[in-house]
T-cell receptor, first 116, second 115 residues
C-alpha cells in the first residue's frame, strides 16, 4: 500500500538490550515524526524531521533515544540500554508541509515495544 | 505540562445519540486544531480539523465547535453509530505561527456506541 509502514509491528526485548524501529513514510512526504503512545494515553511527541535533519528533538526523553533519517526518507528510531519504562507503542507519521491540507499527519500502525 | 486537556476519559452513548468530547488548550501559539480517530491496533487518522478564524466546522455527522476566547473546542458526533466506537484525540498545532507542524495531543476519549 501507499501508507506509512513500520517494522517490526511487535518487538519483545530484555532490559538493557538495544532496539531499532524502522519507519518508511509516504513517498514524497518531507516531514516525519516519531511519537510514543503509552497504554490509555495520547501520542507523545518525540522527534520531528524535515528532510534529513532533526528539526526538533525536544521530546526525546533522554540520551538513550536517538533517531536518524540519512536520506530523507526511511527513519530509524534507536533505543539503547532499554528499560521497562520504554514499553509503549512507537508511532511514526509523515506529512506534507504547508499547503491546503493544513498539516495532516498520516500515521503508521506502530511498533509495539515490550521490555521484559 | 499538559498543554491540551481532554474530557471525558470515556463515554458510552446509545446508537442514534449525540457524543460530545471537550478539549481546552493553553498555548496561544496553537492555530490549528485537528481531531484524530484511532481504532484498536491502528494508528490515529485525521477525522476533522478547524482553524481558529471560524467558530464551527461540520463534515457529515461530525462537527467541531471552537471558542477562541475561552481556548476551548469540542467534537460533536450526531446520530452516533456502533462503527464510531473508537478512541478520539483532540490535538493542537502551531502551523502558521510556529514554522512547523508539531502536533500536541490530548489524552483521548474512548467512545463506545451501544446498539
Amino acid at each position: 500500500g501507499a501508507g506509512v509502514s513500520q517494522t517490526p509491528s511487535n518487538k519483545v526485548t530484555e532490559k538493557g538490550k538495544y532496539v531499532e524501529l524502522r519507519c518508511d513514510p509516504i513517498s514524497g512526504h518531507t516531514a516525519l515524526y516519531w511519537y510514543r503512545q503509552s497504554l490509555g494515553q495520547g501520542p507523545e511527541f518525540l522527534i520531528y524531521f524535515q528532510g534529513t535533519g532533526a528539526a526538533d528533538d525536544s521530546g526525546l526523553p533522554n540520551d538513550r533515544f536517538f533517531a536518524v533519517r540519512p536520506e530523507g526518507s526511511v527513519s530509524t528510531l534507536k533505543i539503547q540500554r532499554t528499560e521497562r519504562g520504554d514499553s509503549a507503542v512507537y508511532l511514526c507519521a509523515s506529512s506534507l508541509l504547508a499547503g491546503a491540507s493544513g498539516g495532516e499527519l498520516f500515521f503508521g500502525e506502530g511498533s509495539r515495544l515490550t521490555v521484559l | 505540562q499538559q498543554q491540551v486537556k481532554q474530557s471525558p476519559q470515556s463515554l458510552i452513548v446509545q446508537k442514534g445519540g449525540i457524543s460530545i468530547i471537550n478539549c481546552a488548550y493553553e498555548n496561544t501559539a496553537f492555530d490549528y486544531f485537528p481531531w484524530y480517530q484511532q481504532f484498536p491496533g491502528k494508528g490515529p487518522a485525521l477525522l476533522i480539523a478547524i482553524r481558529p478564524d471560524v467558530s464551527e466546522k461540520k463534515e457529515g455527522r461530525f462537527t467541531i465547535s471552537f471558542n477562541k476566547s475561552a481556548k476551548q473546542f469540542s467534537l460533536h458526533i450526531m446520530d452516533s453509530q456502533p462503527g464510531d466506537s473508537a478512541t478520539y484525540f483532540c490535538a493542537a498545532q502551531p502551523i502558521f505561527s510556529g514554522g512547523y507542524q508539531k502536533v500536541t495531543f490530548g489524552t483521548g476519549t474512548k467512545l463506545q456506541v451501544i446498539p
